[in-house]
């Protein structure tokens, strides 16, 4: 029978093969691959709306990774998703009014990467990764979307700062890696964040991006919970690990 996913990939590649495909949408998707020729002149200009480079790419690729969404909420493949979805922003109205806890950005990684749906439990991303070859995605493009699937939300350790990054612990590991906070915000150690991390877009980067559901600073917990810390040290959990 084959997954949700290769479902929806059938259906794209026989629509192409017998060009009945949505024409508007495909034009859109079309303007947004010749944008998505990103040189050093493009980044210069992302950069110059004051996104810094790696983040700028992953705003790139969720704006991308939307407009596909969208196109692919209108089959019946995906009717689950769109009704989980929905009631989620009848709920929540990210975005606000009335003025919501959540940002759009943060509520639209949820949509894209998080919500499971149909019985092979796929999300809107790993069906962009399966139709991406259809649709000729550039791979650099592919690469940071499966990067954006492949993330979680999760609790983590603050460990000091770094100029403008902040090194950050998940909790229970002993690895820190050094981070970026779209929002400005850097915290004090010791503050535990819940946060979904990035990693870094290519190999140009050698630092994560940090997103979090509030626009000004990341979800900080209760310090209790560091009692669940397996990392370094239990008595010095506020630090990070010497070498």
């Given amino acids: 029978m084959g997954t949700t996913a290769d479902k929806i990939a059938g259906k794209i590649a026989s629509q192409i093969k017998s060009k009945i495909i949505d024409l508007s949408g495909l034009r859109a998707a079309q303007q947004m691959f010749q944008e ?16 810094d480079p790696c983040h700028a790419l992953y705003i790139f690729a969720q ?14 493949e995906t009717r689950q998703f769109v009704k989980i979805v929905s009631d989620a922003e009848d709920e929540y109205q990210p975005g606000g009014p009335p003025l919501s806890p959540l940002t759009v950005s ?7 990467f998080d919500v499971l749906f149909g019985q092979s439990h796929e999300t809107i991303g790993t069906c962009i990764l399966r139709i991406g070859q259809l649709i000729e995605m ?3 493009l592919l690469d940071v979307i499966g990067l954006m699937q492949r993330s979680t939300m ?18 229970g590991s002993q ?38 559901p509030s626009a000004c600073s990341p ?25």
């Fill in 63 to 76: 704006n991308f990774a939307s407009v596909l969404g969208e196109q692919l909420s209108e089959m019946k």
């Fill in 154 to 171: 999760g609790v983590h350790v603050h460990c000091g700062t770094e100029g403008h990054l902040v090194r950050l612990r998940t909790l």
């Fill in 138 to 140: 550039p791979p650099w």
């Fill in 175 to 212: 690895e820190t890696k050094l981070c970026h906070v779209p929002s400005g915000y850097v915290g004090q150690p010791g503050e535990l964040w819940l946060v979904r991390l990035l990693p870094p877009a290519n190999a140009l980067f050698d630092y994560h991006i940090v997103l979090s």
């Fill in 36 to 51: 998505a020729r990103i040189d050093s002149d493009g980044l210069k200009k992302l950069m110059s709306k004051g996104h």
């Fill in 106 to 112: 943060y509520f639209t990684m949820w949509a894209l």
């Fill in 219 to 243: 979800i900080i917990l209760p310090e209790r919970l560091a009692a669940w810390d397996r990392g370094p040290s239990q008595q010095n959990w506020r630090h990070p690990p010497t070498s």
